[in-house]
Structure formats: C-alpha cells, structure tokens
Nanobody, 124 residues
Framework: QVQLVESGGGLVQAGDSLSISCVAS????????VAWFRQAPGKEREFLAA????????NYADSVKGRFTISRDNAKHTVYLQMDSLKPEDTAVYYC?????????????????WGQGTPVSVSS
C-alpha cells in the first residue's frame, strides 16, 4: 500500500505561480512512477504530468507543457508540481497518483494509488 497526501493548493491570481506537493508513505515509493491529474467542476479528470522513478524521465500533457514542471525527491518521498503562468481554466482539484509501474504513463488505469486532492483556484 502507498498513501499519498497532497498539499499546497489555494487561491491565486491569473499569471501567478504555485507549487503543490505530494508526500507518500507506505511501500517503497521510489520505484513507482507518480503523476498529477486534475478535475475541474463538471469535467473529466485529466492527465497533467508524470515522472519516472529516477526523476529524469517525464511526460507532460500538451495543455501544460512549458508551464508546469514535475519533479520528485525520493529521499523526502515527495513529488512536486510547479505551476507557472496560471490561468482561470487551471482551476480544479489536483490529484497525485502512484503507478505500479516505473514508467511515467498518462493512462489513469495504470495508477493504483491516489491522494485525496488539493484544490487550486485561479481568479482572473
């Protein structure tokens, strides 16, 4: 079992930056790929970014490429999502998820463990 807890969400203005974190506990965290997803009101959950177990292998959705950066610190059992140039359409609940694979896939079905989410609201 892997437990994931997100933090760092909040209310920001358009153009601001925000970094959110995901702390893991339980089984060996470092061998899993970890991803960030988000779900806006009335919309399906969408993939944002994923990082492989070494941290050097990453995968981004086209919608956030160049604005969001995913990173991980295995010593701290933590994965980060740095979000720059935020837009009102980035408003959503942000979830981290850990895969049973080391490959940073965008496929939700591969992510077995999920956090409870942290809300991000971007005002115009």
């Amino acid at each position: 079992q892997v437990q994931l807890v997100e933090s760092g969400g909040g209310l920001v203005q358009a153009g601001d930056s925000l970094s959110i974190s995901c702390v893991a506990s339980g089984r060996t965290f470092s061998v899993y790929a970890v991803a960030w997803f988000r779900q806006a009101p009335g919309k399906e959950r969408e993939f944002l970014a994923a990082v492989g177990w070494r941290g050097s292998n990453t995968n981004y959705a086209d919608s956030v490429k160049g604005r969001f950066t995913i990173s991980r610190d295995n010593a701290k059992h933590t994965v980060y999502l740095q979000m720059d140039s935020l837009k009102p359409e980035d408003t959503a609940v942000y979830y981290c998820a850990a895969s049973t694979s080391s490959v940073p896939s965008s496929r939700q079905v591969l992510y077995r463990y999920w956090g409870q989410g942290t809300p991000v609201s971007v005002s115009s």
